[in-house]
Nanobody, 124 residues
Framework: VQLQASGGGLVQAGGSLRLSCEAS????????MAWFRQAPGKEREFVAL????????YYSDSVKGRFAISRDNSENKVYLQMNKLRPEDTAVYYC??????????????????WGQGTLVTVSS
């Protein structure tokens, strides 16, 4: 499985970005997908996840109400719409696929396939 993330960039505080992640797998629709991020000097942290059908989503408290995760199983893609961005959202964002079919988890150890990361920089 290969995950290709894109959509990062430089944006002013209060702005928006949409991240995309495309998976090269025939079983995409069976797995929970998630976004994580890692800021400079900090550990990687959970951002959002979406269940295999897209019917369930879960967000970290820091992004709840500002970010929205979605997926298109017909195109093997997962998205992260980021609104009202803040300087503290600056990080490399990674998409990830859960290790087990239909598992839902927020810990990064529960994800075994990772994209290469896309950098989001929010200026104040």
């Amino acid at each position: 499985v290969q995950l290709q993330a894109s959509g990062g960039g430089l944006v002013q505080a209060g702005g928006s970005l949409r991240l995309s992640c495309e998976a090269s797998t025939h079983t995409f629709a069976q797995y929970t997908m998630a976004w994580f991020r890692q800021a400079p000097g900090k550990e990687r942290e959970f951002v959002a996840l979406i269940s295999w059908t897209g019917s369930s989503t879960y967000y970290s408290d820091s992004v709840k109400g500002r970010f929205a995760i979605s997926r298109d199983n017909s195109e093997n893609k997962v998205y992260l719409q980021m609104n009202k961005l803040r300087p503290e959202d600056t990080a490399v964002y990674y998409c990830a696929q859960a290790s087990s079919p239909q598992a839902i988890a927020v810990g990064d150890s529960q994800y075994n396939y990772w994209g290469q990361g896309t950098l989001v920089t929010v200026s104040s």
